[in-house]
């Protein structure tokens, strides 16, 4: 069974930090990547992060996340983390997980098969 699970979000003021988890099935987690994206109600889905999840090492970043962030994987456990420095307004969202890209980019949303249920991030100024 497909499933992606997200933790770590909360309440944070600016300057702070989190770190976002995505834990994923067995039959998910290594088919190629995982990406990290973020939504405000009414706008569309932004990516903010992706990895290589098959044995390849690539990471990409959106220009917004670049510097602060970071995106990592623990394989034995199968979670991908995203550690968030630095946290600004802005970046208040819920962000979501993804996973099994069907081609293109690791940061366009609309390529990926399977997404988790989100996590809320509200940073405060």
């Known amino acids: 069974q497909v499933q992606l699970v997200e933790s770590g979000g909360g309440s944070v003021q600016a300057g702070g930090s989190l770190r976002l988890s995505c834990v994923a099935s067995?039959?998910?987690?290594?088919?190629?990547?995982v990406g990290w994206f973020r939504q405000l109600p009414g706008k569309e889905r932004e990516g903010v992060a992706c990895?290589?999840?098959?044995?390849?090492?690539?990471?990409q970043y959106d220009g917004s996340a670049a510097g602060r962030f970071t995106i990592s994987q623990d394989t034995a456990k199968r979670t991908v983390y995203l550690q968030m420095n630095s946290l600004t307004p802005d970046d208040t969202a819920m962000y979501y997980c993804?996973?099994?890209?069907?081609?293109?980019?690791?940061?366009?949303?609309?390529?990926?098969?399977?997404w988790g249920q989100g996590t809320q991030v509200t940073v405060s100024s």
């Open positions: 993804a996973a099994d890209l069907t081609g293109g980019s690791c940061l366009t949303s609309n390529r990926y098969r399977y």
């Open positions: 067995a039959d998910t987690y290594s088919r190629n990547y």
């Open positions: 990895i290589g999840t098959d044995g390849n090492f690539w990471r």
